[in-house]
């Protein structure tokens, strides 16, 4: 059974590896990133609440996200496993999935955080492209991953045995070695 919290700052490539293990693992990419995307897409009121905070680089409240993955986690194609991409991004969101998972049996997860420098992750957003990705944009997302998301390195050091990978090497290489820690 594999469970997997993905960390890392925005531009690490969590999206990609995730999706790589996901489908070889067989098993669903929860990317939060996605769902919210997807919900914009089709206007639903999630999609509505969650779009001025996504434009600005800013993270959507808490409570709408643990909404979101509580559902999301307790559809039935989760009982093989899952790989979490994008969440948890605030300690507050951590403790609530931590909750979670204990309420769901699913207690067992490990926690890989895919490390990759500053300057290289600016690089790799710029020429990504998306849409939410103009250079304003991508500073604050990044200002916020530090204020709000990287204390969850510390969080999880201290609970778990944060397990870290490499990120700035070829995409093959690090799904390689993601393979291994996974696995151990
Ligand atoms: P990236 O690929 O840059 O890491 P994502 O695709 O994961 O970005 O997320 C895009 C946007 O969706 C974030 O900038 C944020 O506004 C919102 N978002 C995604 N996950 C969360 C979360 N767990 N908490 C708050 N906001 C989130």
């Known amino acids: 059974m594999t469970r997997v919290i993905f960390l890392g700052p925005p ?33 639903t009121p999630l999609g509505v609440k969650a779009q001025s905070y996504m434009d600005k680089g800013e993270l959507v409240p808490d409570k709408l996200m643990e909404e979101m993955v509580q559902e999301r986690l307790s559809q039935v194609d989760t009982k093989s496993g899952w790989i979490l991409d994008g969440f948890p991004r605030t300690v507050n969101q951590a ?26 992750v600016v690089t790799r957003l710029l020429e990504r492209g998306r849409k939410d990705d103009s250079k304003e944009v991508i500073l604050r997302r990044l200002e916020v991953y530090r204020s709000q998301t990287a204390p969850l390195i510390d969080f999880y050091s201290s609970r778990h045995n944060l397990l ?13 070695e993601l393979k291994k820690v996974i696995a151990s």
């Open 164 to 176: 870290s990978v490499n990120g700035n090497q070829s995409l093959e290489e690090v799904t390689v």
């Open 11 to 43: 531009g690490a490539g969590k999206g990609t590896q995730a999706k790589t293990l996901a489908d070889d693992l067989n098993i669903p990419h929860i990317s939060t990133g996605d769902i919210l995307r997807q919900a914009l897409s089709d206007q």
């Open 95 to 120: 403790v609530f999935l931590e909750e979670l998972l204990r309420k769901l049996n699913q207690h067992d997860e490990k926690v890989v955080n895919l490390e990759v420098p500053d300057e290289i």
